[in-house]
């Protein structure tokens, strides 16, 4: 069975860098691309980033870029968004998604909370 967990959410201050980390459970084909995507509260589920297996190809949403990294690291099987200068309206829940043609699998969430 596939499954993604999301780890490293928490509580920070405005300013402040916070990592958190998505595992697989290592039963995914490979090659597939990895994102991550929010829900802050009251709004839908967006885009914030995504690599592709090899991490040649990394893409950002506007609202993020220049503040937040992802990254991979297929031996532990582990992709990583590392987030820098949060803002309060970066508070969220932070999921993962990992996707090989139509085969599309989530993690449950990490709550990333930004107080001003």
């Known amino acids: 069975q596939v499954r993604l967990k999301e780890s490293g959410g928490g509580l920070v201050q405005a300013g402040d860098s916070l990592t958190i980390s998505c595992q697989d459970s290592?039963?995914?084909?490979?090659?597939?691309?990895t994102g991550w995507f929010r829900q802050p509260p009251g709004w839908e589920r967006e885009f914030v980033a995504s690599?592709?297996?090899?991490?040649?190809?990394?893409y950002y949403a506007d609202a993020v870029k220049g503040r937040f990294t992802i990254s991979r690291d297929n031996a532990k099987k582990t992709v990583y968004l590392q987030m820098t200068s949060l803002k309060p309206e970066d508070t969220a829940v932070y999921y993962c998604?990992?996707?090989?043609?139509?085969?599309?699998?989530w993690g449950q969430g990490t709550q990333v909370t930004v107080s001003s």
């Open positions: 690599i592709s297996w090899s991490g040649d190809n990394i």
């Open positions: 998604r990992s996707r090989r043609g139509v085969s599309v699998y």
């Open positions: 290592g039963r995914l084909i490979k090659p597939y691309i």
